[in-house]
């Protein structure tokens, strides 16, 4: 067997070698200076009150990420990805920035990548939304597509090492690169909002994972506060993370790909937290779709599918507090707007060609707002 080791070179007593390059650290400073004025212009996202029974005694919140100038949740990680590449020393003028994405990530990272002028590649599956794709090419953003969603981790990092660019990897990286201790995170936004509520500690807090790093989030901070708050995460079919945290096994895969844009993977990410969640729950996706559908009766907003993911866990939970005769609040979040997805989740000819019934699902919603039971 031929060893490929490489053998240090000898080092000299006094060796000094100064890499120190003023241009590069002052490119680096006004990159990061755009990135936070960015940041200090960009007003909070709302939390909305879903309406329910008052008898109930129990309410239900939407944390709005879909007002943020990319129109999702990866608004905040796309900022946070940025910054810990600046601070690492990892971008460089006029070199590259590549990502893996379904999409999101990829719309809010070309923002601001054309925010600091350097190019960027997006890494993605054929069957991501046609308005995804224009809004990163909007942005200045260029996609290279590739057919199977496994396939985007190896693309990125080989046209990163082919371009000299850098790979952001959110998937590695989401969780590490926000400051779950505060610093204006979701999670220390949404408390802060919940201050003045009937139930302002909520009982359970329900996020969803394409990374796992806006969950590893809010359950740092949970316990960094020390609140009682349970975590669910909601899962899609295909997803591998509900499968591996229930086997706590991290190396279990999964064969197909989600069909909600935006979350679950056919691997555990680096990023995905399984230790410091409370609970998971697998949605079928025809409940994903009908939950956003109903969303838009109660509240006149149309939702991307992954917004439907943790709102029907939320409602499940609603469900059985009612059940055991408990008060108290529930947040979910609405993670992007539904005008990306009028020809898949809000077109029934889709729902057709992809076997996709929602009817079922519609009339426990139905029932469910009736009488308090998601059967």
């Not at 031929?2 to 070179?9: E, V």
């Not at 007593?13 to 960015?38: G, L, N, S």
């Not at 990163?160 to 936004?189: K, L």
């Not at 729902?351 to 059967?375: H, K, N, Q």
Request: a negative charge; one cysteine or more.
């Amino acid at each position: 067997m031929t060893d490929h080791s490489a053998t240090a070179q000898p080092v000299g007593p006094e060796e000094d070698i100064d890499r120190f390059d003023p241009a590069h650290r002052q490119w680096c400073a006004e990159a990061i200076a755009k990135v936070r004025a960015e940041a200090n212009r960009s007003s909070d996202t709302h939390l909305l009150s879903v309406p329910l029974p008052v008898e109930w005694g129990v309410d239900l919140y939407l944390k709005d990420e879909s007002t943020h100038p990319t129109g999702s949740l990866k608004h905040r990680l796309a900022r946070s990805l940025f910054l810990h590449a600046l601070c690492n020393g990892w971008l460089h003028r006029d070199r590259p920035v590549i990502e893996a994405s379904s999409g999101s990530t990829a719309v809010s990272e070309a923002y601001f990548a054309r925010l600091i002028g350097v190019p960027f590649i997006a890494v993605m599956a054929r069957g991501t939304s046609a308005n995804k794709i224009e809004l990163i090419e909007l942005h200045g953003g260029r996609c290279h597509f590739v057919d199977r969603p496994d396939q985007v981790y190896d693309v990125a990092a080989r046209l990163a090492h082919e371009t000299g660019g850098h790979y952001m990897d959110q998937f590695r990286y989401a969780e590490r690169a926000t400051d779950w201790r505060g610093n204006n995170n979701i999670a220390e936004s949404l408390f802060a909002q919940m201050s003045q509520e009937r139930h302002p500690e909520p009982t359970w807090i329900v996020a969803t994972a394409g990374t796992g790093g806006t969950s590893a989030t809010i359950a740092r901070y949970v316990r960094y506060t020390g609140r009682h708050t349970g975590v669910c995460v909601a899962d899609p079919e295909n997803s591998d993370f509900f499968p591996a945290w229930r086997e706590e096994d991290a190396s279990v895969t999964t064969s197909l790909g989600s069909r909600i844009e935006g979350i679950g993977r056919q691997r555990v990410e680096a990023s995905f937290l399984g230790t410091a969640v409370d609970r998971m729950m697998r949605v079928p996706d025809a409940a994903s779709i009908a939950a956003v559908r109903h969303l838009d009766t109660l509240l006149g907003r149309k939702a991307g599918a992954s917004t439907g993911t943790g709102l029907w866990a939320a409602f499940r939970i609603i469900s059985q507090l009612l059940g055991k005769g408990e008060q108290g609040s529930v947040i979910a979040l609405l993670c992007d707007p539904g005008d990306r997805y009028l020809d898949k989740y809000y077109s029934d000819d889709w729902l057709a060609r992809e076997g996709i019934d929602i009817t079922p699902y519609l009339r426990r919603l139905e029932s469910f707002m009736r009488t308090g039971e998601l059967d």
